[in-house]
């Protein structure tokens, strides 16, 4: 053997049944299988608060599989239907290219169903979770990425995606981007600003937007003799009930949406594990001055936030509540939180329990509710504009406003995964290659 | 006694508890007991079906009192708040004159709180439901109205609200719509008209509105090399559960919103029972051309509008469902119609079952959901440019397409809860001087 030969296994980390094994083994390299396919080489992966959920073997599944959907790497090889221009396809397919730079979104989506088309790529039909027994995750050195003209946002060529960003602004970002910030556009990053985005578009929040009432909001005719909003009446208050990496970004991401569209705010962002909050308190402290005079922003447990929307609203609560949890307590705490004719969106993964609410309680609260996963693909071009915006925060790797706890070889992923799940350390990034 | 003595007695439809027994009393005339009050001599009341819940007990209720929270009337008396114009109270307690026609929403509400300005006045917290313990109802010859100035809506002069119709097209429609026609605006039409507004407005149906995939739906950036949206994406796929009274203004409603935006539709109105399918097949067909060429409207039961909603959308689902029942059944119904990403509008009243879903379906199928009462008083606006707009629909008692069954005296009041209790009769008005 010599090394003009080309590799032909390489290291993955992957889990075994029933739960909580771990272990780095040898494995073939990915070939492509079909010519939709693109062969990715995988520059960083990262370990997500969701992968819990297959490693304590809550997830249903019983099969050893290659973990991890959140990767960014290179492309090294693409299936023969890249290179063509087939009207209606995704761009991808006519302008990626072997070398390119590219982040992936969790789960796979083809890009040109009725689904991709509306933009909401994380139900695709023919779509799969990385990670998972049904397609081989990005915890290795190469994985096989199918659809991937649908799947993959190209990192070397920012003309492919609409943005409010400049084709200069945004090539020059990425040339200064890490691949560890870049990765976050992976699940966290664009599931915080869908969070924000749902709930600040939601109808029920257009009164505080648009400065006129439910209904006259949604139309453009001259108001009459109704009584309009006053100053008061027009500060958004909004609850983020959980402050891991997601909640972090939800909250990083709704403060930058009030920014922009000038709205007063008082924004309380929730947990009731202290290092979280400072994580959090120390993530506000690192940006800059955007608006941050127009609002009030604190960080809190449970109770003490429970007071704070009570004296900022004398006891009507939020507009909005963000669950970045996914159980049962934090959906209470969010109805608890949120106002009559408030919104709760939720982005937390939810598990079996029944909702532990009554059809009266909805009713009576006129409560609405938005559930569900990101649409991460569709959310890259809001949240790469985002990352941009706030590379103060997004940047760094185990400083004390950092997204990032550490950087690690595949030698150390079974602890990782251990420590991880005890919440002895925050998110881990592995490096297949160190 | 001599005529010159204003009457100080008057008829009223009462409830006795425990269940099922309504009597026609002689009670005392109401007075002006607070300076925001007005007295209404009552021309035409309605029976509702949420009027239903304490008549047949269930709603918790044990105190005698008067029925009825739909009535249109003319003021007869007024509090000494009104006259005088005190800056940000509401237009009426400067405008509303004696003899002044009015409608008023189910609930009273002040109208100059933050809640009301918002626009969400039936959840004021000072408001109180008509015929209920808390607050004498109108199916009565006067009733009291308290914080009049925020509950009541002017139907002597058109100025007092904003609309997209000119002041005289307005008053013109005053001048020539029935009383039996406006008064269902006091609870019916608005909260169909709700139903619809905050579905087509709701984010997850943006990419069908503006044409644009989610989330460059809310944003004015130019799009990139984005896959766009056909037209056969454009098309709005609506289900509406359940046509009794508000479900066939919701349908009404729908079918006036797709037409007025110039959006593609397919809309399903579904109901178990043959006789309210054939109520909306006669509401439709009495509707002119506005918008029927741009889509498909079918009347079914429900396992024939699962089979044509599968149909229509290859398995998808409808992007959104109307659900005007208020039961564990018709939101199991919803579910399964409606689409992942897409959106339940509920204003059933619902009741103590719990809501018959895991956390784990609602992520699954990133559903939305809107629950809750109409904020009548808001809506009366909308609901009233859609009343004139329809009058074909709206202005009609006794006939095949007419919501209005009948209009008998409260001599027919015991027997018409009877029969309406056991879906023996349509919608009954009660004139108290009949």
Redesign the interface.
Known sequence: MTSSVPPSTQSAVRWFPPSYDIRVETVPIPQIQDPDDAIVKVKLAALCGSDLHIYRGHGGVDAVHTCGHEFIGEVVALGSNFGAKVE????LYS?LKVGDKVVSPFTSNC??C???????T??CPKGKLFGSPALEGGQAQFLRVPMAGGTLFNLSDP??????LSQEIKQQALSELSDSSLLLLADILPTGVFAA??AI????V???VTGR???????D??????????Q??RILTVAIVGLGPVGVCATVSMLDLVATKGIPYRIVAIDPVESRREKVKAVYDSIGDDGKGRGEFVVLGIDAAKEQVKAWTKG?GCNAVLEVV???SA?TLAFELVR??GVIT?V?????????????E????????????C?AR??F??AFDLLVKRQDVFGGVGQANSLIDRIVGFNEAAESYRAFDKGEIGKVIFDPWK
């Open positions: 209606r396809r995704p761009f302008s890009g040109e009725h689904v991709c088309r509306m933009g909401y994380a139900r003309s492919t995606w609409s943005s409010n985005t749902q578009n939601h109808p029920k257009q009164p505080v009432p439910w209904p006259l909001c949604f139309s005719s001259p108001a009459g003799n109704e009584v309009m909003l006053t008061e009446d009507t996914g159980n049962s959906l009559a004719f939720s937390g993964v939810h598990g079996e329990p029944q909702i532990p609410f009554t059809g009266r909805f009713y009576n609260k006129n409560v609405s509710l938005d559930f569900g996963r649409p569709a959310m071009p809001p």
